[in-house]
């Protein structure tokens, strides 16, 4: 929800947001903003792949396969 325009660091090129479960609002330049959920590749929120890497196990021991499916949820957090 924007609350308003930015005052402190982003002001004139930012907006205040109140994002589900903070206590305050948050300020965000412009730059860091969009419509819509867009990430590297054209990749959308929900869309479903395939795996064509070579495999891996991460370190809670979750894995992906050659083949498998798997559904985007957004950004990767660790590249």
């Not at 609002?25 to 395939?50: D, K, M, N, Q, T």
């Not at 891996?56 to 894995?63: H, L, N």
């Amino acid at each position: 929800e924007v609350v308003g325009p930015a005052t402190d660091f982003h002001q004139g090129n930012g907006l205040q947001l109140l994002f589900p479960g903070n206590k305050g609002w948050i300020e965000c330049g412009l730059a860091s903003l969009s419509h819509e959920l867009s990430l590297p590749g054209g990749f959308r929120v929900g869309e479903e792949l395939y795996f064509i890497g070579g495999g891996f196990v991460d370190e809670q021991g979750d894995k992906a396969v050659f083949g498998c499916r798997g559904s985007v949820t957004g950004p990767a957090r660790n590249g």
